[in-house]
Nanobody
Framework: QLQLVESGGGLVQPGGSLRLSCAAS????????IGWFRQHPGKEREGVSF????????KYADSVKGRFTISRDNAKNTVYLQMDSLKPEDTAVYFC?????????????????????WGQGTQVTVSS
């Protein structure tokens, strides 16, 4: 059974950077597409960034494009979200999620309903 654990959240000043990690246990991440989502207080969860199983395809929400970078290190069974130029509106709980995908596929899953496995979330707070 795949289990996901996020880490790397914390308090950072506007303009600062954080790198979130999504570590998997139980199975190898090689055959899973990964998505990062976030949830602001009182709002619905929204997609942030996505990477397909072979790492060749990525997508970003318009609000983070050019500031966030998703990457995967299958040797470490971990997916990362590098967040630069952080803004107060990036404050949220960040979740990673996974769904099975054949590595020959190039499709990038972006919908919450596409993902079957979820981590518990990590808090990111951007404030001076």
């Amino acid at each position: 059974q795949l289990q996901l654990v996020e880490s790397g959240g914390g308090l950072v000043q506007p303009g600062g950077s954080l790198r979130l990690s999504c570590a998997a246990s139980g199975v190898t991440l090689d055959y899973y597409a990964i998505g990062w989502f976030r949830q602001h207080p009182g709002k619905e969860r929204e997609g942030v960034s996505f990477i397909n199983s072979n790492g060749g395809g990525t997508k970003y929400a318009d609000s983070v494009k050019g500031r966030f970078t998703i990457s995967r290190d299958n040797a470490k069974n971990t997916v990362y979200l590098q967040m630069d130029s952080l803004k107060p509106e990036d404050t949220a709980v960040y979740f990673c999620a996974a769904t099975v995908q054949n590595t020959a596929e190039h499709y990038v899953f972006v919908e919450i309903k596409d993902y079957d496995y979820w981590g518990q979330g990590t808090q990111v707070t951007v404030s001076s």
